[in-house]
Nanobody, 120 residues
């Protein structure tokens, strides 16, 4: 399983911005796709954005036009630029990755999560 580490969360006022980063540790693997999920207290985890190795992206309707996902394949890192943040964006954000080791073995991993809190 690929090990992931998120960073960049914090407390911001409504209308502010944050950039989340997620780096995959280790070597001898290639990332196939990475994404960001979020989970608010008492709610189900939901997909926020995802990006494939080829660069195609998908966003939840609630964040379209405000969030942008990007990826640095060489660094095995994915970013989530969050602009015009709203209180309803408050949640723990989790990074996810699907990877293939050079040996051909598949792997999947989740980060530990980073808290994003948007005050009203």
């Amino acid at each position: 399983q690929v090990q992931l580490q998120e960073s960049g969360g914090g407390l911001v006022q409504a209308g502010g911005s944050l950039r989340l980063s997620c780096a995959a540790s280790g070597s001898a693997f290639s990332i196939n796709a990475m994404g960001w999920y979020r989970q608010a207290p008492g709610k189900q985890r939901e997909l926020v954005a995802q990006i494939t190795k080829g660069g195609s992206t998908n966003y939840a309707d609630s964040v379209k036009g405000r969030f942008t996902i990007s990826r640095d394949n060489t660094k095995h890192t994915v970013y989530l630029q969050m602009n015009s943040l709203k209180p309803e964006d408050t949640a723990v954000y989790y990074c996810n990755a699907d990877a293939t080791y050079y040996s051909g073995i598949s792997a999947r991993g989740w980060g530990q999560g980073t808290q994003v809190t948007v005050s009203s």
